[in-house]
């Protein structure tokens, strides 16, 4: 009697035990940080980027276990404002009462810059970023800290210059905001177009202080009439002044085509992956009578809308109310499946905080099985067996080489008579591929 009362009490003390032990671990928290410019310049843009992120962390955390032996993600939110002084005081403030897993952003580059540089590196957090695009950041000593999901802006500009060369659009108009990243793509588009032979007739930079009236029009009109219809190339976002700005344009053109007599002056009018936005769309949309849609494309970082990933991935958002063609929504669902594969990963492991990197690369990198946007839970539970996986990604196979960049894939996106994008894939033709760590 007394052997069998010792057995049933080691019975619950063990069974109490692995209460406590698994409730710990199921009210535990894994904290990353989202640096996201929530006022600024590309709000609109960082909105996006912090929906498809909280998606996929509810996609996570769905069973109610999350990271196992860590517990479930939170993110908090961290306004960067798309400026570097404010991203900073701002993380400081932040990190002086949170202890985060992982650095999401910033949204823009020149924040990144200077968050990689006086904070990730001096305090060994490891930084991902989904639309930070800058060349230079490529190039930056970071003791392998810093990775970017989004392609550097050499890639896009250099896909946009060689399509036009291939079309035989050899002249051209330039239009592009006076912001680091559009500018950014304005240079290096110019390098690549002049380089393969074109020539850039008109180029101008536009900012809050440009009077878009007749006499600007003008000089575009005549520009074009006198050069056998150029194409018009844009690099602007695609926001509420950028959509203004093009109405305006347009409706200024067809009033001075009218006194002409002819019906268009470009071959062809192009943008870049920012102006991808409902806004554009529709305003493209409500000249369809007039075929602007016909005669503009935006080019765009891609999705295969017809791979498993993006289905997948697209009933995960749509489930959620979420739409899956917002921009870099694709890229930062993406982003935050890494993240929290790593840390698993990393549990798994027993890796360190400084080797939180080399879990990074192990996931997202060749060799292993393919796992992607919706198989949280087949991934996990093969990194808990041991097994080595690779993530393929709804923008792409997401495979770092030695300076944390990935390639990127390239769309061309055209209104639909719907109201919808069209998407056709862009044959790679960028001149370069990222050179793939393998361990």
């Known amino acids: 009697m007394i052997k069998t009362y010792s057995i049933m009490k080691i019975f619950i003390l063990i069974t109490f035990k692995i209460i406590f032990f698994y409730t710990n671990i199921l009210s535990a928290e894994v904290k990353v940080a989202g640096l996201y410019a929530e006022s600024g310049p590309v709000s609109e843009i960082a909105e996006a980027i912090a929906e498809a992120k909280r998606v996929a962390i509810k996609t996570i955390n769905a069973d109610g276990i999350g990271i196992v032996g860590r517990g479930l993600i939170s993110i908090d939110s961290v306004d960067t404002a798309c400026d570097p002084a404010k991203a900073e005081k701002n993380l400081k403030d932040y990190l002086k009462k949170n202890k985060p897993e992982i650095l999401l952003g910033p949204t823009c580059s020149t924040s990144a810059a200077r968050i990689i540089q006086d904070i990730a590196i001096p305090k060994k957090i490891l930084t991902i970023s989904s639309s930070a695009s800058y060349p230079l950041l490529s190039t930056l000593e970071d003791n392998d800290l810093f990775f970017r999901t989004i392609p550097s802006d050499i890639q896009q500009s250099t896909s946009i210059a060689n399509y036009l060369i291939s079309k035989n659009i050899r002249q051209i108009i330039l239009l592009y905001g006076d912001d680091n990243y559009n500018s950014t793509l304005a240079q290096n588009f110019l390098k690549v177009f002049t380089e393969e032979g074109g020539t850039v007739l008109f180029n101008t930079l536009l900012t809050d202080k440009t009077v878009i009236n007749q006499s600007f029009i003008n000089t575009f009109v005549d520009i074009a009439i006198d050069n056998d219809q150029p194409g018009l190339v844009m690099f602007l976002h695609g926001n509420e002044r950028t959509v203004n700005l093009l109405e305006q344009f347009t409706n200024t053109v067809l009033s001075r085509l009218q006194e002409l007599q002819t019906s268009n002056i470009f071959k062809h009018q192009y943008g870049s992956d920012s102006m991808l936005t409902n806004e554009v769309k529709d305003l493209i949309y409500s000249y369809i009578p007039i075929q602007l849609n016909e005669r503009t494309t935006i080019i765009a970082q891609a999705t295969s809308q017809s791979s498993e990933e993006f289905q997948s991935y697209a009933n995960i958002m749509l489930n959620a109310g979420v739409d899956p063609n917002s921009p870099y929504s694709a890229i930062s669902y993406d982003t935050m499946m890494l993240a929290a594969l790593a840390l698993?990963?990393?549990?798994?492991?027993?890796?360190?905080?400084?080797?939180?990197?080399?879990?990074?690369?192990?996931?997202?990198?060749?060799?292993?099985?393919?796992?992607?946007?919706?198989?949280w839970e087949a991934a996990r539970a093969l990194l808990l067996r041991g097994i080595e996986i690779n993530y393929e990604g709804v923008s792409g196979s997401l495979d770092f080489d030695i300076n944390g960049d990935v390639e990127g894939l390239y769309s061309l996106n055209q209104v639909t008579e719907d109201n919808l994008w069209s998407v056709e894939p862009l044959e790679k033709l960028h001149p370069f591929e990222p050179r793939i760590i393998i361990d």
């Not at 990963?345 to 400084?354: R, V």
């Open 344 to 375: 698993q990963h990393q549990a798994h492991n027993n890796y360190s905080k400084d080797d939180l990197s080399k879990s990074l690369v192990s996931i997202a990198n060749p060799p292993g099985i393919a796992v992607g946007p919706g198989s």
